[in-house]
């Protein structure tokens, strides 16, 4: 499949658009959802990324290796993903502005009881403020600095270092709180 | 030994890193769909049509004025006509306006001034003394062709007659020539009097066709066109649209400006040092041959234009360029050695020689250094010849040259390029 997807690369086929959707659709999505609780707005996101990739992916650069291509073509699709979000973000001003304040719990270490599975985390996560849950997104899982992170959300890096301290232990604390109360 | 437990965040981590979904079916037609809704036309289309729109509604708004101009000239006649009508109802003495009054500033009108004949002028005056004048009516005015004498243009006039016809051709009149006269009775066939006035003056116009054209010229100082410009830069063919509008500043100057949508081919092969020369391996190199780059780009010009003859005429100006898109390749040439296998004919024996191969190799640069940057861009210079096609129609065909400056001159392309343009002036 990947072959054919650089193939139709090379030839400007637009008929690999739909190979690549239906492939990456629900990786896209993964990504998404951690950004935004409302399922449509993620959907949204993802289609307006879709768009901007096939805009420009004719341009995306690869040595032809179908392995080297598979990592770096979904690295930039989730690249696109997740700056498609954070537009969005931006674009609703109240997501960023408004910071909910909690009482913060200290937790230093919490260790995994039972597998985890994505739904409950998903839970957690969206009981975190926005902008919280968005640094910690782009830290903990999307790799980014806390220099690039102020960058994009324009927020002081001393700002980003906070947010994911607290959302760290927030997350712990409503973790612990779950095994307790199973 | 029992396994530590692994720290919950990293959980979290590592269980989000390769996550996906599943895909649910018909996302991608939703999708489609919507893509299809959303942009039913490609951006290039939309530009393009943009830019028909702006020529149509100028072109529109030309279509407009010329006619109301035309109806403003009906609606004075079909006044003059009723009134007409109701002075030869009423009884003598009523108040009569006679006007044929042609486009403002057309050649008719300055040569023609107004006579108003006084009201002490009754049908009881001794007229046969001044047969120019029109006895029966209190105060007429009418349009006569000046420096000549009021007189020529009314015909003689007895006491209870009244005057059905005020000619206002613009050709010299003989004194005491009888325009027309009709005696008796105070009938007035209006019709007969607009018709008659409205075809000798159109006689009038199609006798002096220069006249018209510069009529024409005198009734505005802007001129529109759209234009379509093919040319060539280096081997590659570009092609350029758009609107143009040219305002005049004197007989022989006019500044001229516009908007075109430009696709510009260019690119540079002949780069002396070689700028990208990596070593592959040990026994080969990588070395950049060429860039090519299709550029789109909005062209605004502004040029002076000077009006060498009558038909001929030369401009210079400058480019404001606004890139819109930008699509790079770079050609690379590789030389690899690679070993080969030989055999001698004449001997038969095998052996291994190394040789060295070359290929060329075009690869799709992502990086848009021009894209959604504004240059003064080019210099422009041309020289162009009118014809003049019909009615308010004229055809231009321009050869041009546009010499990047600027910022656009240091770049690594080489844009200059030169054609030919068409324009349809109106």
């Known amino acids: 499949m990947f072959r054919e997807i650089i193939a139709g690369l090379h030839a400007r086929d637009e008929r690999i658009h739909e190979r690549i959707y239906v492939h990456y659709w629900g990786y896209l999505m993964g990504i998404s959802t951690r950004y935004f609780k409302d399922r449509g707005i993620a959907k949204e996101v993802v289609n307006d990324s879709f768009i901007k990739a096939f805009k420009t992916m004719y341009d995306f650069k690869h040595d032809n290796n179908v392995t080297d291509f598979q990592k770096t073509f979904k690295a930039w699709l989730a690249k696109i993903t997740v700056r498609t979000a954070l537009d969005k973000i931006r674009s609703s001003k109240t997501l960023l502005n408004y910071v909910e304040e909690y009482e913060e719990v200290k937790s230093a270490h919490v260790g995994i009881e039972d597998n985890l599975f994505v739904q409950d985390i998903m839970k957690l996560l969206y009981e975190l403020p926005d902008l919280h849950r968005t640094v910690f997104n782009l830290y903990e899982i999307e790799g980014y600095s806390h220099d690039e992170i102020a960058g994009m959300l324009t927020i002081p890096v001393s700002s980003s270092r906070t947010y994911l301290t607290r959302a760290k232990h927030k997350l712990r604390d409503l973790y612990k709180k779950s095994i307790e109360l199973n | 030994m029992k396994e530590p437990k692994k720290e919950f965040i990293q959980g979290i981590a590592d269980l989000f890193e390769d996550y996906e979904e599943a895909y649910v079916p018909g996302e991608w037609e939703a999708f489609s769909r919507q893509q299809k809704t959303k942009y039913p036309f490609s951006p290039m289309w ?21 006619r109301t101009v035309g109806k403003k000239n009906e609606v004075v006649t079909t006044v003059d006509k009723k009134k007409i009508n109701s002075a030869a109802a009423k009884e003598k003495g009523a108040q009569v306006i006679v006007r ?8 008719v009108q300055k040569n023609l001034s107004v006579v108003k004949i006084q009201p002490e002028l009754t049908p009881n005056s001794p007229l046969t003394d001044f047969p120019e004048l029109i006895p029966p ?7 006569v062709p000046e420096n000549k004498n009021a007189g020529n243009s009314i015909s003689l006039v007895k006491p209870d007659q009244y005057i059905v016809k005020a000619n206002v051709l613009p050709v010299p009149f003989q004194r005491n020539e009888k325009v027309n006269t009709v005696m008796g009775k105070p009938e007035i066939n209006s019709d007969s009097v607009i018709k008659s006035k409205t075809m000798d003056f159109l006689v009038a116009e199609s ?26 830069s280096r081997s590659n063919m570009n092609i350029a649209g758009g609107v143009t509008t040219a305002y005049r500043l004197s007989e022989k100057f006019s500044l001229s400006s516009g908007l075109s949508l430009m696709q510009l081919e260019s690119g540079n092969n002949a780069i002396a040092a070689p700028m990208v020369k990596a070593s592959v391996s040990s026994l080969s190199e990588k070395q950049l041959l060429a860039i090519d780059a299709n550029i789109r780009a909005i062209d605004i010009p502004v040029g002076i234009v000077y009006q060498i003859s009558k038909k001929i005429y030369t401009s210079a100006g400058v480019s404001y360029f606004n890139v819109v898109s930008e699509k790079r390749s770079n050609t690379y040439g590789l030389t690899a050695q690679a070993s080969e296998s ?8 095998v052996s291994d020689r190394t040789v060295l191969n070359s290929v060329a190799i075009a ?25 003049h096609l019909f009615n308010k129609y004229d055809i231009l065909i321009e050869p041009f040259i546009k010499v990047p400056i600027g910022k656009l001159s240091t770049q690594e392309l080489n844009l200059m390029n030169s054609g030919l343009k068409f324009q349809i002036n109106f």
Do not use: C
């Not at chain 2, 939309?46 to 010329?66: H, M, S």
């Not at chain 2, 044929?100 to 050649?107: A, D, K, L, R, T």
């Not at chain 2, 030989?342 to 024996?349: D, H, I, K, R």
């Not at chain 2, 690869?363 to 014809?387: D, H, M, W």
């Open chain 2, 100 to 107: 044929n009054i042609p486009e403002q500033g057309s050649e």
């Open chain 2, 137 to 143: 009516i209190s105060a007429v005015t009418l349009l």
């Open chain 2, 363 to 387: 690869e799709p640069v992502a990086e848009t250094p021009l894209k959604g940057n504004s240059y003064l861009g080019f210099f422009n210079f041309s020289i162009g010849r009118k014809q």
């Open chain 2, 207 to 232: 006798r002096n066709p220069v006249k018209h054209q510069q009529k024409k010229n005198a009734g505005s100082k802007w001129d529109f066109g759209v234009a379509l410009a093919p040319s060539m």
């Open chain 2, 342 to 349: 030989f055999s001698n004919p004449v001997t038969g024996y």
């Open chain 2, 46 to 66: 939309i530009k393009i049509a943009a830019v028909l729109l702006v020529g149509g509604a100028v072109a529109l708004y030309q279509l407009y004025n010329y």
